[in-house]
C-alpha cells in the first residue's frame, strides 16, 4: 500500500485531486485547445459529457478528468 491506497478489495478511500492551471494568449486561443481536446478524447472513442461549465470524460484507468469552457 502507497499514500494513494493500492488495497485490494472494496476499500475506499479518498481521491487526490490534481489541478493544471494553464494560460492561453487569448480566449481564442484557449476554445481552440478545448475543442481540439473533445476531438481527442472522441477520436479515442471515450464519450465526452458536458458538465456544468466544461466537458468531461473517463479514463481506461478509471480516472475522470474534466476541463472547463472558461
Given at each position: 500500500?502507497?499514500?494513494f491506497g493500492w488495497d485490494d478489495g472494496k476499500v475506499t478511500r479518498d481521491e487526490p485531486i490534481y489541478?493544471?492551471?494553464l494560460e492561453y494568449a487569448t480566449t481564442d486561443d484557449f476554445?481552440?485547445?478545448l475543442k481540439?481536446?473533445?476531438a481527442s478524447w472522441r477520436a479515442e472513442g471515450r464519450e465526452v459529457e458536458q458538465?456544468?461549465?466544461g466537458i468531461a470524460t473517463?479514463?481506461?484507468d478509471?480516472?475522470?478528468?474534466?476541463?472547463p469552457r472558461g
Open positions: 500500500m502507497d499514500d489541478v493544471w492551471d476554445r481552440a485547445a481540439a481536446l473533445e458538465v456544468g461549465s473517463t479514463l481506461d478509471g480516472v475522470r478528468v474534466t476541463a
